[in-house]
């Protein structure tokens, strides 16, 4: 059966090819966007699905947008919190806005998001969130204090609700993508970034649809006894 699914951060990169693995799973989905309503509009075009321009940052922005969402498309069963930026710095350089910009929006939409939509999961009975974390969240990386820190917390959060969810048939997990071929990752000097690829057994970047597959796998209605876990799709980068 189809859902209607929200993917924040769902216009480009790992969220789009979320939001199109989504759409061709059946399901209605709001792609949300920050801030370029260019490619929003050219990802609107293309793919038909519909998007939201908001910051995820935002707890009322959040309210204002569910409750549309809810009255364009219906009631929300799948909740993809995967919008995200990076501030990359040493810490010795890293004035309190980089830190507070990515805590606020990588960690605290992921509540903004889920405060929003939980009410009506629990009353309905089911729910798939998946949280899109990162290896960095699990091994550090330097140069991202701010990142790594936000990142950390998506698993400590996923764990915690999915233990509250579990018995209103609303599971929680996370992702853990490695470095995915996205704008964000090919943002990294390219001096480094072929350091950190050379650490990547696979040898490659990952591909944006590999980690939509893996949402895929968890939102599935009969995938009801996973919940609290995090997926790793990293090309073997960290193991654990
Ligand atoms: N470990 C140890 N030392 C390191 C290091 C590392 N990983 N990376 C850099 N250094 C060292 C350098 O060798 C250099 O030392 P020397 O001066 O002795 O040569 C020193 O630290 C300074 O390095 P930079 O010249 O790179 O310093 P900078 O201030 O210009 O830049 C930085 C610092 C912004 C952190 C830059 O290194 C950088 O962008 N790093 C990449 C961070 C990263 O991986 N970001 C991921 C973004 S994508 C993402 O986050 C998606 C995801 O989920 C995976």
Redesign the pocket.
């Known amino acids: 059966m189809g859902h209607v699914a929200i993917v924040t951060g769902g216009t480009r990169g790992i969220g789009e090819a979320i939001s199109v693995a989504l759409r061709d799973a059946g399901h209605t989905v709001a792609a949300t966007y920050a801030g370029n309503a260019e490619a929003a509009k050219r990802f609107e075009e293309r793919s038909g699905i519909r998007t939201y321009k908001f910051d995820v940052s935002d707890f009322e922005a959040c309210q204002g947008a569910v409750d549309r969402i809810t009255k364009d498309l219906g009631p929300v069963g799948i909740l993809v919190n995967n919008a995200?930026i990076?501030r990359?710095?040493?810490m010795h350089?890293m004035s309190f806005d980089r830190w507070n910009a990515v805590l606020q929006t990588n960690l605290s939409s992921c509540f903004n998001m889920a405060r929003c939509v939980i009410d009506g999961m629990r009353e309905r009975g089911f729910g798939r969130i998946v949280n899109i974390g990162?290896?960095?969240?699990q091994a550090g990386?330097?140069?991202?204090v701010n990142?790594a820190a936000a990142?950390s917390g998506i698993h400590g959060f996923t764990k915690a609700l999915a233990q509250e969810g579990a018995a209103r048939g609303i599971t929680v997990n996370a992702i853990a993508?490695?470095?995915?071929d996205?704008d964000?990752?090919r943002?990294?000097?390219e001096k480094?970034?072929e350091?950190?690829i050379a650490t990547i057994p696979v040898g490659r970047l990952g591909h944006a649809s590999e980690i939509a597959k893996g949402v895929l796998f968890l939102v599935d209605e009969d995938m009801g006894f996973m919940t609290g876990s995090t997926l790793s799709i990293n090309g073997g980068q960290h193991m654990y």
């Open positions: 995200g990076t990359d710095g040493t350089r990162s290896v960095n969240g990386q330097y140069g991202q990142y990142k993508p490695g470095y995915i996205t964000m990752v943002a990294v000097p480094v970034l350091k950190i």
